[in-house]
């Protein structure tokens, strides 16, 4: 009951940002794209400070092209396809430009050959053209030379420049590539990349190899961003990600794919590797301490439920899925945390529900 105050605070807090939202954009006359709010939102929330000024640099009646600009920088999810599109237009702007100078460079060439082959054409037919001929046709192919030379310079630096601009253009592909498949707040992969992974788990519908999903839920974190903001989250996330991260081999696989959501791929594994692996990540996300806000010295602890099934016992990635995700219900539906390895009985509740402080 203590916690009650701050919880209503809390609400009232992210309920004020988002009218401030309203408010900010309707005065500023900016278009009600969502995108948009995702901007402003992020702005006002004080969570990203450059991001902040560079929104309030805008001034008055911003043009879309310059909110689109700042979303873009920042990689904002809601600007990745304004950003495919600018990636897009430049590279094909790149190319255009190359092919033009190249063929405007052929063409030059062509006439340089032709000049060329004639003056090669008349030695060799008229044997007796006085010097003075000679010594003019050498002339004008002296200065074609020059010329040539001078093309071929230019050209070369077009194409050592459109290099250089085509591989900023994969750099920008790189980063929106990495930002599309990144959750922003624990940089680890998104549902975008685990989607893909766990595809790639199975080929023709057979397991590529002895591999293990398990499905995460990190109790109370929900329950942590109702009473103390999504700040306090953020933290928590944060601290976990780490965690997380060394809990599992080089070759393993973890993402974020919800609010207090995760889910690990573990290859070469048996059942029992996997739920010693589970249960290592638990003890490890136990001993976390995250600091709450207005609390000296107070800290709150979070614990996980993992729902886990094996690649051989499934058709393919969305089989293997809801396998885990049927396990995990069923740890849910236990009442308290606990790790749950899938089989055929488990709605009998067959397999042993661990505890977090089981041997």
């Known amino acids: 009951m203590t916690d009650k105050p701050q919880h209503d605070g809390n609400q009232a807090q992210n309920?004020?940002?988002?009218?401030?939202?309203?408010?900010?954009?309707?005065?500023?006359?900016?278009?009600?794209?969502?995108?948009?709010?995702?901007?402003?939102?992020?702005?006002?929330?004080?969570?990203?400070?450059?991001?902040?000024?560079?929104?309030?640099?805008l001034g008055a009646h911003p043009l879309q092209n310059q909110i689109e600009q700042i979303g873009i920088t920042y990689h904002l999810s809601g600007f990745a396809a304004v950003e495919a599109d600018a990636i897009r237009a430049d590279t094909a702007r790149a190319i255009c430009a190359i092919s033009h100078a190249?063929?405007?460079?052929?063409?030059?060439?062509?006439?340089?050959?032709?000049?060329?082959?004639?003056?090669?054409?008349?030695?060799?037919?008229?044997?007796?053209?006085?010097?003075?001929?000679?010594?003019?046709?050498?002339?004008?192919?002296?200065?074609?030379?020059?010329?040539?030379?001078r093309e071929e310079k230019a050209f070369a630096v077009v194409m050592t420049e459109t290099v250089t601009?085509?591989?900023?253009?994969?750099?920008?592909?790189?980063?929106?590539?990495?930002?599309?498949?990144r959750d922003p707040v624990t940089g680890l992969p998104n549902r975008i990349a685990f989607s893909a992974k766990l595809t790639a788990l199975y080929d023709d519908g057979k397991a590529t190899g002895p591999a293990a999903l398990a499905l995460v839920t990190v109790e109370g974190l929900r329950e942590m961003g109702e009473r103390h903001g999504a700040a306090t989250v953020e933290k928590a996330l944060k601290k976990l990600a780490p965690e997380f991260r060394k809990s599992?081999?080089?070759?393993?696989?973890?993402?974020?794919?919800?609010?207090?959501?995760?889910?690990?791929?573990?290859?070469?594994v048996s059942a029992d590797n996997a739920e010693a692996?589970?249960?290592?990540?638990?003890t490890s996300v136990e001993r976390v301490q995250v600091a709450l806000?207005?609390?000296?010295?107070?800290?709150?602890?979070?614990?996980?439920?993992?729902?886990?099934?094996?690649?051989?016992?499934?058709?393919?990635?969305v089989d293997l899925f809801t396998q885990a995700e049927?396990?995990?219900?069923?740890?849910?539906?236990?009442?308290?945390?606990?790790?749950?390895?899938?089989?055929?009985?488990?709605?009998?509740?067959?397999?042993?529900?661990?505890?977090?402080?089981?041997?």
Not at 167 to 181: F, H, N, P, Y
Not at 249 to 267: L, P, Q, S
């Open 326 to 359: 049927l396990a995990l219900r069923a740890v849910h539906s236990g009442g308290k945390p606990g790790t749950l390895v899938f089989s055929a009985a488990i709605g009998g509740r067959t397999k042993k529900t661990y505890a977090p402080h089981a041997a």
């Open 293 to 317: 806000p207005n609390r000296a010295f107070k800290t709150q602890t979070l614990s996980l439920s993992t729902g886990i099934a094996m690649a051989f016992t499934a058709s393919g990635g």
């Open 15 to 57: 309920a004020a940002i988002l009218l401030k939202v309203a408010q900010t954009m309707a005065k500023l006359g900016v278009a009600a794209f969502p995108r948009n709010y995702e901007l402003f939102y992020e702005a006002l929330s004080g969570n990203n400070p450059p991001l902040t000024r560079a929104v309030a640099a």
């Open 102 to 149: 190249l063929t405007d460079s052929i063409a030059k060439k062509d006439v340089f050959a032709a000049m060329l082959r004639g003056f090669i054409s008349r030695l060799e037919t008229d044997p007796v053209a006085g010097m003075s001929d000679f010594a003019d046709e050498a002339a004008r192919l002296r200065d074609a030379v020059a010329v040539f030379e």
């Open 277 to 282: 692996i589970a249960q290592r990540i638990c």
């Open 248 to 268: 599992v081999k080089k070759n393993d696989f973890v993402a974020r794919i919800g609010t207090d959501e995760f889910a690990f791929i573990f290859h070469d």
């Open 165 to 181: 601009q085509l591989g900023g253009i994969d750099s920008q592909i790189e980063t929106m590539r990495k930002a599309a498949t």
